[in-house]
């Protein structure tokens, strides 16, 4: 069975169109990358390098140094799809973070995003 598209799509290439997202419903980038290396556990520095490399999703998230343990309380309908209920590890990964992605565009608090308690 042939890999969804989104595995192999740059992690670089979909970012802007996340930062677009967020910055137009008065987000800020700073916001999404706090976001992002809250599920994937990469330090800033870390973040950018994988932009750079133009690293795709699947390897995005199988070389994240630490995924957080608290993204399992993502939960949620994205692209019509329960996130809770997606088998596929990878693609449960990359939904989590469109979730975060949209919770963050829809003005949520960061202590709820970042399932703070």
């Given amino acids: 069975m042939a890999k969804p598209r989104i ?3 740059s992690f670089a290439s979909v970012y802007p ?3 677009a997202k ?3 419903k008065g987000r800020t980038k700073q916001d999404l990358d706090e976001i992002i290396r809250w599920l994937s556990g990469y330090s800033q520095k870390e973040l950018e390098a994988q932009q750079k490399k133009q690293t795709d999703f699947e390897t995005f998230f199988s070389e994240a140094p630490k995924m957080n343990p608290s993204r399992a309380l993502i939960t949620g309908v994205i692209c ?9 590890p990878t693609m449960r990964e990359i939904r989590y973070l469109d979730k975060l992605v ?3 565009a829809r003005g ?3 202590t709820k ?5």
């Avoid at 019509?80 to 596929?88: D, K, P, T």
């Avoid at 995003?113 to 308690?117: P, Q």
């Fill in 7 to 9: 595995y192999t799509t």
């Fill in 17 to 19: 169109y996340y930062v």
């Fill in 22 to 24: 967020v910055v137009k």
């Fill in 80 to 88: 019509g799809v329960r996130v809770e209920e997606i088998n596929e």
């Fill in 102 to 104: 949209d919770e963050l």
């Fill in 108 to 110: 949520k608090a960061m």
């Fill in 113 to 117: 995003i970042l399932r703070k308690r």
